[in-house]
């Protein structure tokens, strides 16, 4: 199915690890974003793409890197994980599964770490 | 004023009534806004868009959107049970093609009552 597809679905870190979000699109959109979801706090940017080569810093970079490998991939990386950063992650890329053009974002079905 | 506002909820109604969902905005994300419906411990899903002033109507959904009085609205008709989850008010500053970056109010949880 035509989507974004993350990976994994769920990690459980220990202070000080590192890791790497996979996520995927094969909807050949340009633009890519990665979210962090926390009760009370809405949805908060961390780091988007908006074309292959190039990344930004959203709201809430610190502690994290990113990569566009190419056009379908950007990737999420914790490198000194701290109990500050359990929370759900997504991955989004903007455009529509159904081919409309309403620019919105689709979502892929997130990342649940937790850092103990 | 926060870029994109909504009421936590919970907002309660029965089966078959009209949800009203409300959103206010800042004017750095006056352009282009999305409505999301997110269930528990899913992602979110896009269900409507809308850029002009004025009604969008799309099956049981309306969006308003309001600039003058810098707010946009979601109105669920007849609704079902199905439609208990939490909706996402989003805004962006730019319009049309192009990246942008999305903002997100913290979402409004609606529950409605069989």
């Known amino acids: 199915n035509a989507g974004v597809t993350q990976t994994p679905k769920f990690q459980v870190l220990k202070t000080g690890q590192s890791m790497t979000l996979q996520c995927a699109q094969d909807?050949?959109?340009?633009?890519m974003y990665w979210y962090r979801q926390d009760p009370g706090m809405g949805l908060r940017l961390i780091y988007y793409s908006a074309s292959e080569g190039t990344t930004d810093k959203g709201e809430v970079p610190n502690g994290y890197n990113v990569s566009r490998l190419n056009k379908r991939e950007f990737s999420l990386r914790l490198e000194s994980a701290a109990p500050s950063q359990t929370s759900v992650y997504f991955c989004a890329s903007r455009g529509s599964p159904s081919g409309k053009a309403n620019y919105g974002y689709t979502f892929g079905s997130g990342t649940r770490l937790t850092v103990v | 004023q926060k870029e994109v506002e909504q009421n936590s909820g919970p907002l309660s109604v029965p089966e078959g009534a009209i949800a009203s969902l409300n959103c206010t905005y800042s004017d750095r994300v006056s352009q282009s806004f999305f409505w999301y419906r997110q269930y528990s411990g899913k992602s979110p899903e896009l269900i409507m868009s809308?850029?002009?002033?004025g009604d969008k109507e799309d099956g049981r959904f309306t969006a308003q959107l309001n600039k003058a009085s810098q707010y946009v609205s979601l109105l669920i008709r007849d609704s079902q049970p199905s439609d208990s989850a939490t909706y996402l008010c989003?805004?962006?500053?730019?319009?049309?093609?192009?990246?942008?970056?999305?903002?997100f109010g913290k979402g409004t949880k609606l529950s409605v009552i069989p």
């Open positions: 909807m050949n959109h340009n633009s």
């Open positions: 809308i850029y002009s002033n």
């Open positions: 989003a805004g962006t500053p730019y319009s049309g093609a192009g990246s942008y970056q999305l903002t």
